[in-house]
């Protein structure tokens, strides 16, 4: 049985799943239906265009159960007007409340950003969420070990050591949870779509009213400290792409602050 099938009945031969699927899968029989290629499934990246782009619901694909392609509502589209604001208004932030972020909470934030873009709908990204504020604590200073070595040869991260022998943390703020993003080391866009998914996390962390900040220390030493890989539990064959500290934010920021014009060249 071929992976996508079309149902003649509702179909109205408008072509739309062909002209709208990425590896080009659909041909055009005799009577103007589409049909699922020979040896497609090969190159099918179950991206869902062909399910989701048909108002009448006549293509079936195997992978892809119409009835879990959940129709969209117009009445939830966002305005512009909204969106700008929701972006404008995300703040790094680094000081927090101490009340923990219910998991249920982030459940919902995550699965917003499960929906995130990734090259040919690869998927790859893996999801560590570290919710006990001493594990936080016991990695910002796994990170302090891995300054210290490299402070040998950058001198610069002497202030943040001198910081966190004073009791403070300058790694991870104090912040209670913390949500990292791995991914396999074979795949080339790992990169790209981890920070896609985390940008996308915390977009939605900022829409339930938590604060969010890209732990960048923690990921430059996740992937050149063992010890810290090893701790958080990363695959062998995993590389960390992304890490936010995140926590219900102590301060609201009622203004905006101005940023550079885009720059823009146009051609």
Known sequence: MSLVTIDHSTCRRDGMCSEVCPPALFEVDGEGFPVFRAGGEQDCITCGHCVAVCPQGAVHHEKIPLEES???D???TVSVPALNQ??????????FRDEPVPQALVKQVIEVARWAPSAVNRQPVHWLVIQTPSEV???????IDYLRQSNKLEP????YIDLWEQGKDP???NAPHLAVIHAPDEWLWSSVDSTIALTQ???AAVAQGIGTCWAGFLMRAANGHPPLKETLGIPEDHSVYGALMYGFPRYRYPRVPPRQEARIQWR
Not at 86 to 95: D, Q
Not at 137 to 143: E, H, M, P, Q, S
Request: glycine share 4%; net charge positive.
């Open 70 to 72: 959940l129709p969209i």
């Open 137 to 143: 604590k016991r990695l910002a200073g796994l990170v």
């Open 171 to 173: 790694i991870l703020r």
């Open 156 to 159: 610069r991260y002497t202030r």
């Open 74 to 76: 117009p009445a939830l």
């Open 201 to 203: 996390f915390e977009l």
């Open 86 to 95: 929701l972006v404008r208004s995300r703040r790094s932030v680094r000081e």
